[in-house]
């Protein structure tokens, strides 16, 4: 089962543009993380969010969380081509005994 | 330092063959995960095992699958016989600190590029 849902499912841009991409999820969590693919690759951690933050950065890269709305979302400023990838986010509720959950994921092309 | 090192990276077989796929982890990492990700999802959890327990495998299809990670380091999951739903990517992680255990990094995944299998 896939607990987070991101939006949009696919989103192209230019560079030097800014990517938000959403997640929103159904049932609490410890924390939420967001990873990116590239094609024909393994997965790779970019940033953790605790339940008890509301924004973090790290870098391009700017999360904000909102448990209220079971929701979450990834801005990549100034997009570059090598952004080019897939990203989820990854719900992680390990006080339910649960492994980390991850989304459908959003695929971000960034043209130049 | 290797990363999550996975083997073969491509594989493809007849239906109703076997298949057996290999990840050794990053050196210190207690906790291994097997994930399967089909076209155009997102990673779901087979199976996760604590050294060489097998702490988490609910999701593990156990007619078909089994998996083992003898001494706590590598691990195998196999497949069979093999169907043409199973055709997906099947992706090695670790994770330094036991899962939940809330010591820093616990919950972060290294992942492996992944094995693809094509069942035809």
């Known amino acids: 089962s896939q607990q987070g849902e991101e939006d949009p499912q696919a989103l192209s841009i230019q560079e030097g543009e800014n990517a938000t991409m959403n997640c929103s999820y159904k049932t609490s969590i410890n924390n939420l993380q967001w990873y990116r693919q590239n094609s024909g690759r393994g997965l790779v951690h970019l940033i953790l969010i605790r339940s008890n933050e509301r924004e973090k950065h790290s870098g391009r890269l700017r999360v904000t969380l909102d448990t209220s709305k079971k929701s979450s979302s990834l801005l990549i400023t100034a997009s570059r081509a090598a952004d080019t990838a897939s990203y989820f986010c990854?719900?992680?509720?390990?006080?339910?005994?649960?492994?980390?959950?991850f989304g459908k994921g959003t695929t971000l092309s960034v043209s130049s | 330092e290797a990363g999550v090192v996975q083997s073969p990276r491509y594989k493809i077989i007849e239906k109703k063959q076997p298949v057996a796929f290999w990840c050794n982890p990053i050196?210190?990492?207690?906790?291994l995960y097997w994930y399967r990700q089909n076209l155009g999802q997102g990673p779901e959890l087979l199976i996760r095992y604590e050294n060489e327990e097998a702490v988490d495998d609910s999701q593990l299809p156990k007619d078909r699958f089994s998996a083992e990670r003898l001494k706590g380091v590598d691990s195998t999951l196999k497949i069979q016989p093999a169907e043409l739903g199973d055709s997906a990517v099947y992706l090695c992680a670790s994770s330094l600190e036991g899962y939940g255990t809330g010591k820093p990094g616990a919950n972060v995944l290294t992942f492996g590029a992944g094995s693809r299998l094509t069942v035809l």
């Open positions: 990854a719900t992680d509720a390990y006080q339910a005994g649960t492994a980390l959950i």
């Open positions: 050196s210190g990492h207690n906790t």
